[in-house]
Structure formats: structure tokens, C-alpha cells
């Protein structure tokens, strides 16, 4: 097992992060058309579901209806992160955006939504060591 | 959790991979069901701006194409927000206490107004599918608008509705996963 140094993990991602805006925004300014933007906020929202309504789960399994509230997180999960794939391709087959503005948004977007939650999981790490 | 697999060897080849534990399929059939239920979303939406943008013919999307989609996601809605204990336990208990009824197969009320709720969810889900092929039949091949760009805006209706029907499907059998899982935790 390979041992990475946090802050070298940190300083990674956060590359990868700005490579995927970078991606997102040129896919916009290249064209001057700014529709892909929207890509965007749909990855940032996605993880969200998922970190609030999976806290609810912990209160105690025997309980019969806990169990799904944080179906309905991944449900959302599920929903957004294929919105984010699917805005592109639309605005493409609507001949609102070029196909290279659409290969580059979807791109982007699926770098930001990788970054925050290989981010989630590396926190999630930390507190299992401690 | 590995019985049969591993401790008590009845077959001469092992799998190479571990069959995912129940709450990871339980975990990844509920993701699927979102994405499910998106496709079929965004499925429509595609149609209704394709409609706006580059359409050349005179067919638009307009809101009866809507219609059958809301239908299939009220249903969904109305399905998946039954307590699903409420479906076959009562009927196991028994009423109340009453050994002849429960006997004779007798239901609680709530057992009853959940089968009904359950049966009206599942005819809204059935309506709506049914719904976007009237909707292909009726508006595009009836008035002979066979050529492509124009039908698949009607076939794009039928396929998100399939996909909400099937999301549905596949939400509901993933729960139900669990439910077997915890029935076997509690005992």
C-alpha cells in the first residue's frame, strides 16, 4: 500500500478541480456561449444529497423507516449526477453548443463531481484512523 | 455472511469475485433507479426543446406531451411512499388479534387502504405508459409523420416513460432487498 502524503493528495486534487473548471469554462468562452455553464451546478450540487441525508442514517437500525431517508439521498445522487451528463448532450442535440463544447463540459463536470468525492472519501479515512 | 461460498464448498469452482453483499446491491440498485429516472427525464425535456430549436416540421411539443410523464412520476411517487411493511405483515398478524379473521385471510384497514393506495400508484404508472403511446400513436403516426426527426420526439415520450416505469421497478425490488436483509438481523 502506497502511503501519499495528505497534502501532496490535497494539492492533487485541487489541480484536477481546476483542470475540470478550466475545461468547463473554455468549453464556454471558446464558443461564446455560455450554456454549458449551468454543468457546473449541477456537479456541485450532486454530492450534497448524499452528505446530508446519509448523516440520518446512523439514528438506530432497528427502527423500520429509517432506512429510507438515505435511499432518497442516493435517488438524488443518482438523478443529479446524470442530469450533469445529460445537460450537454441535450444542448448538442438541440444545436444549442458545438460538440466540442459538449465533450469538453461533460468532461469538466465529471472531473469537479470526481474531485469532491475522492475528497469525501479521503476525509472519510481520516476519521476512521483517529 | 459468506456461507456456502467459502466455509462449506458445494460446488468444484469457486467464483472469482465475492457476490456484493446485500446492502451494496440494495445501495447500487437505488442509484441505478435515480439514473433510471433520469434518463427518462431528460428524455423529455430533449423532445420538448428539440421541438423549439431545430424542428422543421409542424409537430411541437406541447403540454399533452406532458401529461403521460407527470402520470408516471405521480405514480412513482404514490408507490414508493408506501410503507412496505404495512403490505403483507398485517395480513400475518391478523387483525387485531382475531384469529378467525386473520384465518380467513381477513385485513386490517390499513392493510387494505395500502393495497388500494398501492394498486391506484401502479395504474397511474401502467396509465402513463400507456398514455405516451397513445400520444405516438395518435399525434404522430396517425397524421402520417413517419420520417425520423420528427417521430422521435413521440418515441423519446414512450422511452421516458418506460424508464420512470422502470426506475419504479427497480426502486421497489432494491427495497425490498433490504427488507429481507433487516428480517434477518432482527432474528
Same mark, same amino acid.
Given at each position: ?18 483542470? @475540470? ?32 441525508? @446519509? ?28 442530469? @450533469? ?46 | ?68 410523464? +407527470? ?10 411512499? +408506501? ?13 387485531? %388479534? %382475531? ?69 419504479? +421497478? ?6 425490498? +432487498? ?10
Amino acid at each position: 500500500m502506497i502511503t501519499i502524503n495528505p497534502l501532496s493528495k490535497i494539492i492533487c486534487l485541487s489541480i484536477i478541480l481546476a483542470f @475540470g473548471f478550466l475545461l468547463i469554462v473554455l468549453s464556454c468562452a471558446v464558443y461564446n456561449n455560455w450554456r454549458p455553464l449551468s454543468v457546473i451546478g449541477i456537479f456541485l450540487v450532486a454530492p450534497i444529497p448524499n452528505a446530508v441525508f @446519509g448523516k440520518l442514517d446512523n439514528n438506530d437500525f432497528m427502527n423500520e423507516s429509517t432506512s429510507s431517508v438515505p435511499d432518497f439521498g442516493k435517488f438524488l445522487t443518482g438523478f443529479l449526477v446524470l442530469s @450533469g451528463l445529460a445537460l450537454p448532450l441535450m444542448l448538442y442535440h438541440s444545436l444549442l453548443i458545438t460538440r466540442n463544447a459538449m465533450l469538453m463540459s461533460m468532461g469538466g463536470g465529471f472531473l469537479v463531481y470526481l474531485t469532491i468525492i475522492t475528497f469525501g472519501t479521503f476525509f472519510h479515512e481520516e476519521d476512521d484512523e483517529f | 455472511m459468506d456461507v456456502g461460498t467459502h466455509s462449506e464448498r458445494l460446488f468444484k469452482f469457486n467464483l472469482p469475485f465475492k457476490l456484493p453483499s446485500s446492502t451494496v446491491l440494495r445501495a447500487a440498485g437505488v442509484y441505478l433507479s435515480g439514473i433510471l429516472y433520469s434518463v427518462g427525464f431528460w428524455f423529455l425535456v430533449d423532445a420538448s426543446i428539440y421541438s423549439k430549436t431545430v424542428n422543421a416540421s409542424i409537430v411541437h411539443v406541447t403540454f399533452v406531451d406532458w401529461i403521460p410523464g +407527470i402520470c408516471s412520476s405521480l405514480g412513482m411517487f404514490v408507490v414508493n411512499s +408506501i410503507d412496505k411493511n404495512r403490505l403483507f405483515n398485517d395480513s400475518l398478524n391478523g387483525s387485531g %388479534g %382475531g384469529g378467525l379473521s386473520s384465518f380467513n385471510g381477513g385485513l386490517s384497514s390499513t392493510s387494505w387502504y395500502a393495497r388500494l393506495i398501492l394498486f391506484f400508484g401502479f395504474s397511474l404508472l401502467a396509465g402513463g405508459l400507456a398514455g405516451s403511446v397513445v400520444v405516438l400513436v395518435l399525434k404522430f403516426l396517425m397524421k402520417d409523420f413517419n420520417t425520423y426527426p420528427t417521430l422521435g420526439m413521440g418515441v423519446a415520450n414512450v422511452v421516458c416513460n418506460s424508464c420512470i416505469m422502470l426506475s419504479c +421497478i427497480v426502486l421497489w425490488i432494491s427495497q425490498n +432487498i433490504e427488507d429481507e436483509y433487516s428480517y434477518s438481523l432482527v432474528l
